[in-house]
């Protein structure tokens, strides 16, 4: 995540609505920033961390989607924040089966996509989206996440 595609993806997703766009690309921004900051792979600058923290603690919970169904989003994000510094973890273990644990593991984000479709355009259009949500927001395959770590492209910090 992103995508160049990324804000007309979600605008068919979720149904051209405002507030779930936004709470989404805010996530998709302040979790970038995030892994940038603990990977070290790219400099992150002070202008871009200030604007992280910014979106998490005054865009993302003033967002009315998001206030609107907190007591829906903000476990899926908690779990969300989770599964991602697991696979920080499971990534630095430098082991195959740790590594594609990681891989499932990193983009948890996208079930939260899915659950929004799923607010916004209730059950059957969640059944019917879900898959391409996902397909959309894992366009990484094993093979070549694997890969990374074998060419050292992808060096693991302890």
């Known amino acids: 995540m992103p995508q160049p595609n990324e804000r007309a993806f979600l ?5 051209g609505q405002a507030a779930p766009i936004l709470f989404c690309e805010s996530l998709f921004r302040i ?11 790219k400099p992150v600058t002070g202008n871009a961390v200030y604007r992280a923290f910014w979106e998490a603690l005054i865009d993302l919970p003033g967002n009315p989607f998001y206030r609107q ?9 908690a779990a ?3 599964d991602w510094r697991d696979s920080v973890t499971l990534e630095r273990t430098g082991d195959h089966h740790g590594r594609t644990l990681a891989f499932v593991l990193r983009d948890q ?5 899915v659950q929004c479709a799923g607010i916004v355009g209730g059950f059957d259009w969640m059944q019917q989206v879900s898959a391409e949500i996902r397909r959309h927001f894992h366009e990484d395959a094993l093979d070549d996440y694997l890969g990374e770590f074998k060419t050292g492209a992808e ?3 302890a």
């Not at 605008?11 to 149904?15: C, G, R, S, V």
């Not at 979790?31 to 792979?41: E, K, M, Y």
């Not at 169904?69 to 994000?77: G, I, K, N, Q």
């Open 11 to 15: 605008q068919h997703m979720l149904q």
């Open 69 to 77: 169904h907190e007591s829906v989003l903000r476990p899926l994000m």
């Open 155 to 157: 060096e693991v910090q």
């Open 80 to 82: 969300a924040l989770q």
């Open 109 to 113: 984000l996208t079930s939260l996509v």
């Open 31 to 41: 979790s970038q920033t995030l892994d940038d900051l603990i990977d070290g792979d």
